[in-house]
C-alpha cells in the first residue's frame, strides 16, 4: 500500500495536474514540488491567473472561441475579413492559426468532429451555428480547416453538403444568390495529422496552397 507523504492539500494538488495533458502521476509530483518551492513566484500567481479565469473567461457566442468577452476579440476587430470564414475542430487550431498568422479571416469553432462510434453526431457541434452565419450572405469563402483524419474529413463532407443543400434553399429565394467558395487545406498537412502540432511554416503552405472543393 503507497504511502501518502504530504498533506491531503498537496495531494489534491497532484491529483488536479494528474489530470492535464501530457502530465502523469510522477510528472505531476514534480510539477507540484516545483510550485510549492516557488510558492511566491509560481504558486500564487498561477492560483490567481485560475480565479481569473473562472471568474472572466466564456466561450464566444459567434465562433465559438474563448476569451474573456462574447463576441470575443477576434469577431469584433474591425481588421478582420467577415467574408473569409475559417472553419476550425477545436479552439486550439484557431490559436494555432492565429500563431502562425496565416490568414486575416473570421473563424468558427465546431467544437469536434463527427464520430459515431462516440455517439457524437452533427447536434453535438456547432454545424447550426455555422449555417445560420453562412445564411446572411457576408461570407463568400469557407476555408475548411479541420484535421486530415478520417473523423476530420468525415466532418468536412458532411459540411459540404449541408452548405450545398443551403446554397440551393437560398437561391431558389434570392435569384442573384451566389454560392459560397468552399476551399480546404492542401499542401503541407501530413495525412492524420493535427493542426495545433504544426509548424507556422506548414500551416502557412496549407492556408496559401488550399484547394476549391467542387
Request: aromatic residues 2%; charged residues 20%.
Amino acid at each position: 500500500m503507497a504511502r501518502h507523504v504530504a498533506g491531503p492539500e498537496i495531494e489534491a494538488l497532484i491529483r488536479f495536474l494528474a489530470k492535464l495533458p501530457g502530465l502523469g502521476p510522477r510528472s505531476a509530483r514534480r510539477v507540484a514540488l516545483h510550485l510549492i518551492k516557488k510558492k511566491e513566484q509560481l504558486l500564487v500567481p498561477l492560483a490567481n491567473a485560475i480565479n481569473q479565469a473562472v471568474e472572466k473567461v466564456q466561450v464566444c457566442k459567434t465562433c465559438g472561441n474563448i476569451d474573456s468577452a462574447s463576441p470575443c476579440t477576434i469577431c469584433t476587430d474591425p481588421r478582420r475579413d467577415p467574408s473569409l470564414l475559417v472553419v476550425v475542430e477545436d479552439v486550439s487550431d484557431l490559436w494555432a492559426l492565429e500563431r502562425a498568422s496565416v490568414v486575416n479571416a473570421a473563424y468558427h469553432v465546431l467544437g469536434g468532429t463527427l464520430s459515431p462510434l462516440d455517439g457524437v453526431g452533427p447536434d453535438d457541434l456547432n454545424i447550426a451555428g455555422l449555417l445560420a452565419r453562412t445564411a446572411k450572405g457576408e461570407v463568400k469563402e469557407i476555408i475548411l480547416a479541420v484535421n486530415a483524419t478520417v473523423e476530420g474529413q468525415t466532418t468536412a463532407h458532411y459540411i459540404m453538403d449541408q452548405l450545398q443543400e443551403q446554397a440551393k434553399d437560398l437561391s431558389r429565394s434570392n435569384p442573384v444568390f451566389e454560392a459560397i467558395k468552399i476551399s480546404q487545406l492542401a499542401h503541407g498537412v501530413p495525412i492524420g495529422g493535427e493542426l495545433d502540432y504544426l509548424d507556422e511554416g506548414t500551416l502557412q503552405q496549407a492556408i496559401a496552397s488550399r484547394t476549391r472543393v467542387e
